[in-house]
């Protein structure tokens, strides 16, 4: 079908990061286990025009992929979107932004990355919200947004935009955001 790299169309191959060889008796297992989603894989292919690309991956790592490419780079699957949104639950987030000016400095831009990793993280499947809080606010700057709201790409870049605009200054306010967001 054109697949625009060398690739063998009648058998998957298994691909395996090297952070997971403590784990080397349960990719075995799955490679056995496995063995026969070939005959799937290309039933698949004469049955349906629009599959391309398969994929099955295990909770160690491990993932086979069909058709079978003569050279590629391990993916560790357990990070993939696919793998995540078939594996978890929906994630119920509710972020609270410390923008006091005990965050000045290094704490401030620490926050932004870790909360910016947290939101990129998030699928269309998890809800979020964000309030952020110091001296003077308990502020949730998205007022557009009333509760916790699906995590659509527009939101999360929102959301994102928010905390690299954060500035920190003023005592905070802990307990009264606390009170606040429950």
């Known amino acids: 079908p054109g697949f625009g790299?060398?690739?063998?169309?009648t058998h998957s191959v298994i691909?395996?990061?090297?952070?997971?060889?403590?784990?080397?008796?349960?990719v075995l297992n799955f490679a056995r286990a496995t063995r026969n989603l070939d005959e799937v894989f290309r039933q698949n292919m004469r049955e349906t025009s629009y599959i391309?690309?398969?994929?099955?991956?295990?909770?160690?790592?491990?993932?086979?992929?069909?058709?079978?490419?003569?050279e590629?780079?391990?993916?560790?699957?357990?990070?993939r979107p696919w793998?995540?949104?078939?594996s978890t639950y929906p994630?119920?987030?509710?972020?609270?932004?410390?923008?006091?000016g005990s965050m000045y400095g290094f704490p401030i831009k620490l926050a932004r990355i870790v909360a910016e990793k947290i939101i990129?993280?998030?699928?269309?499947?998890?809800f979020v919200n964000i309030i952020m809080y110091n001296?003077?606010?308990i502020d949730q700057p998205s007022t557009c947004f009333k509760g916790l709201v699906r995590a659509t790409p527009e939101v999360k870049i929102r959301f994102i935009e928010l905390i690299k605009g954060a500035q920190a200054y003023g005592p905070d306010h802990i307990e009264q955001t606390m009170k606040w967001a429950i």
């Open 72 to 79: 590629s780079s391990p993916i560790d699957c357990r990070y």
């Open 135 to 137: 001296d003077t606010n």
């Open 91 to 100: 994630r119920y987030l509710l972020i609270m932004f410390d923008s006091s």
């Open 120 to 126: 990129q993280s998030l699928s269309e499947h998890d």
């Open 5 to 9: 790299v060398a690739c063998n169309e």
């Open 15 to 26: 691909s395996v990061t090297l952070d997971v060889y403590k784990y080397t008796s349960n």
């Open 83 to 86: 793998y995540v949104d078939g």
């Open 52 to 70: 391309g690309w398969q994929y099955f991956g295990s909770k160690y790592g491990a993932m086979r992929t069909f058709p079978g490419l003569s």
